[in-house]
Nanobody
Framework: QVQLVESGGGLVQAGGSLRLSCGASGLTFSSYAGAWFRQAPGKERELVAIISSGGNTYYVDSVKGRFTISRDNAKNTVYLQMNSLKPEDTAVYYC????????????????WGKGTLVTVSS
């Protein structure tokens, strides 16, 4: 059974940093593209970042220069380093795998984590 488990969310002041982790079981993460999505209150879920199996990365414009997605294949984990956080980054962040990377998009997600809440105060 495939499971993705996010951790690292919490409350942070604007301008601060958090690092989210997504640990996978039931699949070898190195063979898949991983992605982070987020869903703010009252908003649709949006793609934040992707890392391909080859290590190529993609970011939504609103987080470019502030967020970095990375992976540690030995730990079967994908990370999202979030710097210079803004109140508008407040959302539940979801890890995803099993999708198809097409340019800056990620389609057909097969596996989702249950999310970790990030709250950025002003």
């Amino acid at each position: 059974q495939v499971q993705l488990v996010e951790s690292g969310g919490g409350l942070v002041q604007a301008g601060g940093s958090l690092r989210l982790s997504c640990g996978a079981s039931g699949l070898t993460f190195s063979s898949y593209a991983g992605a982070w999505f987020r869903q703010a209150p009252g908003k649709e879920r949006e793609l934040v970042a992707i890392i391909s199996s080859g290590g190529n990365t993609y970011y939504v414009d609103s987080v470019k220069g502030r967020f970095t997605i990375s992976r540690d294949n030995a730990k079967n984990t994908v990370y999202l380093q979030m710097n210079s956080l803004k109140p508008e980054d407040t959302a539940v962040y979801y890890c995803a795998a099993g999708g198809t990377v097409v340019g800056g998009n990620y389609y057909g997600v097969r596996y989702w984590g249950k999310g970790t809440l990030v709250t950025v105060s002003s």
